[in-house]
Protein backbone atom coordinates (compact mmCIF):
# COMPACT_ATOMS: atom_id res chain seq x y z
CA UNK A 1 0.00 0.00 0.00
CA UNK A 2 1.25 3.44 -0.92
CA UNK A 3 1.16 4.52 3.14
CA UNK A 4 3.61 2.32 3.68
CA UNK A 5 5.40 5.27 2.54
CA UNK A 6 4.04 6.74 6.26
CA UNK A 7 7.33 6.06 8.59
CA UNK A 8 7.01 9.85 10.41
CA UNK A 9 4.34 12.40 10.71
CA UNK A 10 5.51 13.90 7.72
CA UNK A 11 6.26 13.11 3.79
CA UNK A 12 7.39 15.33 1.51
CA UNK A 13 7.19 14.48 -2.22
CA UNK A 14 10.02 16.16 -4.97
CA UNK A 15 10.49 15.22 -8.59
CA UNK A 16 10.81 16.80 -11.87
CA UNK A 17 7.87 17.89 -14.11
CA UNK A 18 6.75 14.99 -15.79
CA UNK A 19 7.54 12.48 -13.16
CA UNK A 20 3.78 12.12 -11.63
CA UNK A 21 5.34 13.52 -8.39
CA UNK A 22 1.88 15.27 -7.96
CA UNK A 23 -0.27 11.86 -8.44
CA UNK A 24 1.89 10.32 -5.61
CA UNK A 25 1.61 13.12 -3.45
CA UNK A 26 -2.64 12.95 -4.14
CA UNK A 27 -2.83 9.29 -3.82
CA UNK A 28 -0.79 8.96 -0.52
CA UNK A 29 -2.91 11.93 0.95
CA UNK A 30 -5.94 10.01 -0.02
CA UNK A 31 -4.82 6.90 1.35
CA UNK A 32 -3.54 8.33 4.56
CA UNK A 33 -7.14 9.94 4.85
CA UNK A 34 -8.52 5.92 5.07
CA UNK A 35 -5.60 5.41 7.90
CA UNK A 36 -5.99 8.36 9.92
CA UNK A 37 -7.86 10.75 11.48
CA UNK A 38 -6.44 13.98 10.53
CA UNK A 39 -4.39 14.38 7.24
CA UNK A 40 -3.46 17.27 5.32
CA UNK A 41 -1.85 17.82 2.07
CA UNK A 42 0.47 21.13 1.34
CA UNK A 43 0.79 22.71 -2.49
CA UNK A 44 4.53 23.35 -2.46
CA UNK A 45 4.81 23.80 -6.49
CA UNK A 46 6.30 27.31 -6.51
CA UNK A 47 7.82 26.36 -9.78
CA UNK A 48 4.74 25.34 -12.05
CA UNK A 49 0.73 26.27 -11.62
CA UNK A 50 -0.31 23.93 -14.35
CA UNK A 51 0.02 20.81 -12.67
CA UNK A 52 -0.13 21.01 -9.11
CA UNK A 53 -1.73 19.35 -5.93
CA UNK A 54 -4.78 22.50 -5.89
CA UNK A 55 -6.47 20.91 -9.23
CA UNK A 56 -7.26 18.00 -6.95
CA UNK A 57 -8.41 20.70 -4.08
CA UNK A 58 -11.78 19.62 -4.43
CA UNK A 59 -11.88 15.79 -4.38
CA UNK A 60 -9.29 16.02 -1.51
CA UNK A 61 -11.12 17.72 0.77
CA UNK A 62 -14.35 15.25 -0.29
CA UNK A 63 -12.96 12.33 1.06
CA UNK A 64 -11.28 14.16 4.23
CA UNK A 65 -8.17 15.76 3.67
CA UNK A 66 -7.03 19.55 5.09
CA UNK A 67 -5.95 21.16 1.88
CA UNK A 68 -3.52 23.77 2.17
CA UNK A 69 -2.82 25.99 -0.97
CA UNK A 70 -1.73 28.97 -1.99
CA UNK A 71 -3.85 32.10 -1.66
CA UNK A 72 -4.07 33.05 -5.41
CA UNK A 73 -3.88 28.75 -6.48
CA UNK A 74 -6.25 28.14 -9.52
CA UNK A 75 -6.66 32.09 -10.03
CA UNK A 76 -5.76 34.27 -12.75
CA UNK A 77 -3.10 35.99 -10.82
CA UNK A 78 -2.20 32.84 -9.55
CA UNK A 79 1.71 33.35 -8.16
CA UNK A 80 4.53 31.57 -6.61
CA UNK A 81 3.78 31.86 -2.95
CA UNK A 82 3.41 29.31 0.50
CA UNK A 83 0.01 28.46 1.11
CA UNK A 84 -0.75 30.45 4.53
CA UNK A 85 -2.02 27.70 6.40
CA UNK A 86 1.24 25.87 5.82
CA UNK A 87 2.94 26.11 9.19
CA UNK A 88 -0.41 23.65 10.42
CA UNK A 89 1.64 20.66 9.35
CA UNK A 90 4.33 21.01 12.55
CA UNK A 91 1.65 22.68 15.01
CA UNK A 92 -1.20 20.21 14.79
CA UNK A 93 -1.23 16.36 14.91
CA UNK A 94 -2.09 16.41 11.53
CA UNK A 95 -0.09 13.54 9.27
CA UNK A 96 1.05 15.66 6.23
CA UNK A 97 2.52 15.40 2.75
CA UNK A 98 3.94 17.91 1.04
CA UNK A 99 3.75 18.16 -2.73
CA UNK A 100 7.15 20.22 -3.74
CA UNK A 101 8.58 22.09 -7.34
CA UNK A 102 10.46 20.23 -9.72
CA UNK A 103 13.73 20.89 -9.49
CA UNK A 104 16.74 22.38 -6.83
CA UNK A 105 14.36 25.87 -7.42
CA UNK A 106 11.58 24.69 -5.87
CA UNK A 107 13.00 22.20 -3.39
CA UNK A 108 14.91 25.95 -1.85
CA UNK A 109 11.51 26.78 -0.57
CA UNK A 110 12.09 23.89 2.09
CA UNK A 111 14.88 25.15 3.63
CA UNK A 112 13.53 27.50 5.66
CA UNK A 113 11.56 24.53 6.98
CA UNK A 114 14.02 22.13 7.57
CA UNK A 115 14.37 22.34 10.84
CA UNK A 116 10.87 21.91 11.70
CA UNK A 117 10.61 19.17 9.11
CA UNK A 118 13.28 17.24 11.14
CA UNK A 119 11.64 18.31 14.73
CA UNK A 120 8.31 16.46 13.47
CA UNK A 121 9.87 13.58 11.93
CA UNK A 122 9.92 13.51 7.89
CA UNK A 123 10.38 11.29 4.52
CA UNK A 124 11.41 12.74 1.82
CA UNK A 125 10.78 11.14 -1.55
CA UNK A 126 12.66 11.64 -4.90
CA UNK A 127 10.02 10.36 -7.42
CA UNK A 128 11.71 8.77 -10.64
CA UNK A 129 10.82 8.20 -14.38
CA UNK A 130 13.26 6.79 -16.37
CA UNK A 131 11.57 7.83 -19.21
CA UNK A 132 12.34 11.87 -18.34
CA UNK A 133 15.13 13.96 -19.64
CA UNK A 134 16.14 14.53 -16.21
CA UNK A 135 16.01 10.54 -15.62
CA UNK A 136 17.29 9.75 -18.85
CA UNK A 137 20.94 7.82 -16.91
CA UNK A 138 22.44 7.53 -13.48
CA UNK A 139 24.30 10.84 -14.15
CA UNK A 140 21.59 12.91 -14.51
CA UNK A 141 19.30 11.76 -11.75
CA UNK A 142 22.38 11.54 -9.30
CA UNK A 143 22.70 15.39 -10.14
CA UNK A 144 18.99 15.64 -9.59
CA UNK A 145 18.62 14.09 -6.27
CA UNK A 146 21.83 15.64 -5.12
CA UNK A 147 20.70 19.18 -5.75
CA UNK A 148 17.48 18.52 -4.19
CA UNK A 149 18.75 17.73 -1.23
CA UNK A 150 20.98 20.88 -1.34
CA UNK A 151 18.69 23.22 -2.13
CA UNK A 152 16.44 22.05 0.56
CA UNK A 153 18.66 21.03 3.48
CA UNK A 154 16.75 17.56 3.70
CA UNK A 155 18.05 14.09 2.90
CA UNK A 156 16.05 11.45 0.48
CA UNK A 157 14.81 8.65 2.50
CA UNK A 158 13.49 6.60 -0.29
CA UNK A 159 13.53 6.53 -4.36
CA UNK A 160 9.75 5.97 -5.80
CA UNK A 161 9.94 4.43 -8.94
CA UNK A 162 7.15 6.23 -11.03
CA UNK A 163 8.33 5.45 -14.45
CA UNK A 164 5.89 5.99 -17.43
CA UNK A 165 5.00 7.40 -20.81
CA UNK A 166 2.02 8.94 -20.14
CA UNK A 167 -0.99 7.45 -22.27
CA UNK A 168 1.88 5.34 -23.89
CA UNK A 169 2.41 3.37 -20.66
CA UNK A 170 1.66 -0.39 -20.50
CA UNK A 171 2.85 -3.22 -17.96
CA UNK A 172 6.05 -3.48 -20.28
CA UNK A 173 6.80 0.07 -20.14
CA UNK A 174 6.98 -0.03 -16.36
CA UNK A 175 8.95 -3.41 -16.18
CA UNK A 176 11.79 -2.57 -18.22
CA UNK A 177 12.44 0.89 -15.77
CA UNK A 178 12.94 -1.05 -12.98
CA UNK A 179 16.24 -2.50 -13.46
CA UNK A 180 17.05 1.74 -14.10
CA UNK A 181 16.07 2.62 -10.92
CA UNK A 182 17.47 -0.22 -9.14
CA UNK A 183 20.67 0.88 -10.79
CA UNK A 184 19.55 4.20 -9.47
CA UNK A 185 19.12 3.51 -6.52
CA UNK A 186 22.63 1.71 -5.90
CA UNK A 187 24.81 4.33 -6.71
CA UNK A 188 22.65 6.87 -4.93
CA UNK A 189 22.88 5.07 -2.00
CA UNK A 190 19.08 5.74 -1.41
CA UNK A 191 16.90 2.49 -1.01
CA UNK A 192 14.47 1.91 -3.86
CA UNK A 193 10.95 1.97 -1.38
CA UNK A 194 8.30 1.05 -4.04
CA UNK A 195 7.48 0.96 -7.46
CA UNK A 196 3.61 2.13 -8.90
CA UNK A 197 1.87 2.05 -11.45
CA UNK A 198 -1.96 2.04 -12.67
CA UNK A 199 -3.88 -1.21 -12.09
CA UNK A 200 -3.62 -1.93 -15.67
CA UNK A 201 0.07 -1.74 -16.20
CA UNK A 202 1.36 -3.12 -12.31
CA UNK A 203 2.97 -6.41 -12.35
CA UNK A 204 3.90 -8.17 -8.90
CA UNK A 205 5.53 -5.86 -6.25
CA UNK A 206 4.23 -2.83 -7.85
CA UNK A 207 2.14 -0.68 -5.84
CA UNK A 208 -1.27 0.55 -7.01
CA UNK A 209 -2.22 3.90 -7.63
CA UNK A 210 -5.17 5.65 -9.09
CA UNK A 211 -4.92 7.87 -11.84
CA UNK A 212 -6.16 11.22 -10.57
CA UNK A 213 -4.53 14.29 -11.76
CA UNK A 214 -4.93 16.22 -14.94
CA UNK A 215 -2.96 15.40 -18.44
CA UNK A 216 -1.97 16.86 -21.17
CA UNK A 217 -3.58 14.00 -23.30
Avoid at 60 to 68: D, E, Q, S
Avoid at 152 to 171: C, H, M, P, Q, V
Avoid at 183 to 201: C, Y
Wanted: charged content about 20%; some cysteine; glycine content about 6%.
Amino acid sequence: MITELFKHKAAIICGHFGTGKTNIAVNLALGAADMFKNVCIADLDTVNPYFRTADNAEELRRRGVNVLLPQFANTNVDIPSLPPSFPLIFTTDCRSVTDVGGDEEGAAVLRGFAERYESIGYDMYYVFNAFRPENANTEYSLYSLRAIEAASGLKFSGIINNSNLGAETDRSVVFAAQKKAEEFAKESGVPLVMTTAFEKNAFPGCTVIEDITKKLF
